[in-house]
């Protein structure tokens, strides 16, 4: 059983739906034992990060211990984001600190580029897929997914795996260290190459599940 | 690189999908869910949703509609129309769109825009402006309001400098003298607006061949291009189209 970490933010449903549709038992809850219960927990997240934080509240030290204790945590967009130290979005809030990084806003483009750089940073970008990380098995060495945001999270911690995009930088689309994994992009929303990274986080929950 | 998106748009009324040309004579196009899955298995990258009869009534049944599609579409999606309050965002976010688009309550209530980006992040808000060409002044529109029934004297690229500055995360920009005409998007309005904010404009009303995408990014600088006659009644399948920008090095996801 996967447990999606139900706070008070838009879009946990899109991650339960897609779930259920690759055939994965999921619930949706915020209940501390279904937490302790679960082969794996998804912390995803439509909301400004400091919202996000406050309307975690408590539960955050949970899935911090529960990460630590070795249970897969795959973080989606801004629950990804607080995966990581701190975010200078409205305001400087602390995250969960689980990999080292802050969440810093996507710089505008310089009026030498080429392109005008929008921020959000909206739409399917190419992501170059590295083989060491495990939400990539099977999906080749580069896909399409679907992001939207307007800050990122500036990776300094040398033990995580960084999968990056071109977005007139090397902008970090997912992480993995160890046993936690994030994307900043959204695999709820990016058609068939999603559902496979939501496969593959399903796997590596039942795999771990099953030496303990 | 950010690929240019294309985004077919379905306009609901009463549980159909209906569309009209220059807002008016309405024609059916089918079933919301049905349409919605069949344009992501064709390799739509979004979608729009539009409740054009945003009546109290129709709320309630939208909310439905987005959690059915939710449960069956796996890309994007947008859904507007109607919609007054923070409150009415969140119940939509929370049945699975991924954005809201506003427009005659922000125009009202411009503080709207900035107290939904603050809760649910810029990138959810989605203003969506129709625009009339000034009878007035030249190189100048209008923004229209109550499904573009009732024009203001608010200038578009203004309203979109503003909304930008409020927390909007993504402009709808429609042409009123381009929709539904099949002649092409006013690139000239999308030009002005592009070049005015940073923030992605998705260029809407016209389209009606395929070269008329390609200008659309190319001569308006637009990040995306929202269809609907040119989809709903099968004159080009979205493969085509796509097919067609990458031709012309438009880059797009295949």
Not at chain 1, 89 to 113: F, Q, T
Not at chain 2, 130 to 137: E, F, G, L, W
Request: proline content about 4%; some cysteine.
């Amino acid at each position: 059983m996967i447990v999606v970490i139900d706070y008070d933010v838009g879009n946990v449903k899109s991650v339960c739906n897609a779930f259920r549709h690759i055939g994965c038992e999921v619930e949706l809850s915020c209940e501390p034992g279904s937490i302790e219960a679960a082969a794996g927990i998804v912390l995803p997240g439509v909301a400004a990060f400091g919202y996000a934080v406050s309307a975690l509240g408590p539960l955050a030290e949970l899935i911090k211990e529960s990460a630590l204790s070795g249970k897969p945590l795959l973080g989606i967009c801004v629950g990804y984001q607080m995966l990581f130290d701190q975010s200078s979005e409205y305001g400087r809030h602390s995250g969960l600190g689980l990999i080292y990084g802050s969440v810093v806003p996507i710089p505008s483009g310089s009026p030498m580029d080429s392109l005008r750089r929008t921020i959000p940073h909206m739409g399917w970008n190419l992501v170059k897929l590295p083989e060491n990380m495990d939400l990539f098995a099977g999906l080749g060495g580069e896909k399409h997914f679907y992001f939207a945001h307007s800050f990122y999270a500036d990776v300094t911690d040398p033990r995580a795996r960084t999968a990056f995009t071109d977005y007139g930088f090397d902008l970090p689309a997912s992480v993995q260290k160890e046993n936690v994994y994030g994307t900043q992009f959204h695999p709820e929303k990016s058609g068939k190459a999603g559902l496979k990274l939501l496969q593959n986080f399903y796997d590596i929950c039942k795999k771990i599940n099953s030496k303990s | 690189m950010l690929t240019k998106r294309i985004i077919p748009c379905l306009d609901v009324k009463d549980n159909r999908v209906v569309k009209g040309v220059k807002f008016r004579n309405l024609r059916d196009a089918g079933d919301p869910v049905e349409l919605g899955a069949g344009y992501s298995d064709a390799g739509a990258d979004e979608l729009v949703f539009l409740d054009i009869t945003a009546t109290i009534r129709s709320r309630k049944t939208i909310v439905e509609l987005v959690e059915k599609v939710a449960e069956n579409v796996f890309i994007p999606f947008t859904v507007g129309g109607g919609i007054q309050t923070v409150d009415q965002i969140d119940a939509l976010l929370r049945s699975g769109a991924e954005k809201v688009s506003v427009n005659t309550a922000a125009v009202g209530n411009p503080n709207l825009i900035a107290e939904a980006a603050q809760r649910f992040g810029n990138q959810c808000v989605v203003l969506a402006i129709d625009a009339r060409r000034s009878k007035k002044h030249e190189h100048k529109w209008q923004v229209c309001v109550k499904a573009g029934s009732e024009p203001t004297d608010i200038d578009v690229v203004d309203w979109a400098v503003k909304a930008e500055k409020l927390g909007a995360g993504e402009i709808l920009l429609t042409s009123m003298d381009a929709d539904g005409t099949k002649a092409g998007y006013d690139n000239e309005l999308n030009k002005a607006v592009t070049e005015a904010v940073n923030i992605p404009v998705i260029a809407s009303g016209g389209a009606g061949k395929l070269e008329h995408l390609y200008d659309a990014i190319v001569l308006g600088g637009a990040d995306a291009v929202l269809t609907a006659s040119i989809t709903h009644f099968g004159n080009h399948t979205i493969k085509q189209m796509k097919e067609y920008l990458a031709s012309r090095g438009i880059p797009v996801n295949l």
